[in-house]
């Protein structure tokens, strides 16, 4: 929708640097995405690289301030994976984003 509606390329890389079992979230348009599987050191090595980069600069305790993990209540519908949920988070954060500069409603 980005791409189609105001030409605009992204990804984004997101990773818990405190969570092992945390191998990232890739997020974007396809063209940013691709770019980003496809770049030397990009990928999956790249998103570990990113995390133990952000655990460096963090420090080693983990950080207090800290939000516990999404529980997603049992219901009727399918429930969602952790990882769909971050995903709208995020896509639902660059919408908003980009409507307040953008200031085009169908963003």
């Known amino acids: 929708m980005l791409a189609t509606t105001l030409s605009v390329q992204s990804f ?7 969570d092992p079992s945390d191998d990232g979230f ?12 496809g770049l030397r050191g990009g990928g999956a090595p790249g998103a570990l690289a990113f995390k ?9 305790q ?8 999404v529980s997603v209540p049992t219901v009727s519908k ?11 988070e995020v896509y639902a954060a660059v919408r908003a984003a980009l409507r307040s500069v953008t200031a085009h409603p169908l963003v």
């Open 26 to 37: 890739l997020g974007g348009t396809t063209t940013g995405r691709e770019f980003w599987r």
């Open 52 to 60: 133990e980069q952000c655990r460096r600069s963090c420090g080693p």
């Open 78 to 88: 399918p429930k969602k994976t952790p990882a769909s949920l971050l995903k709208s």
């Open 12 to 18: 984004v890389l997101a990773v818990d640097p405190f």
């Open 62 to 69: 983990m950080p207090t301030a800290r939000t516990p993990p």
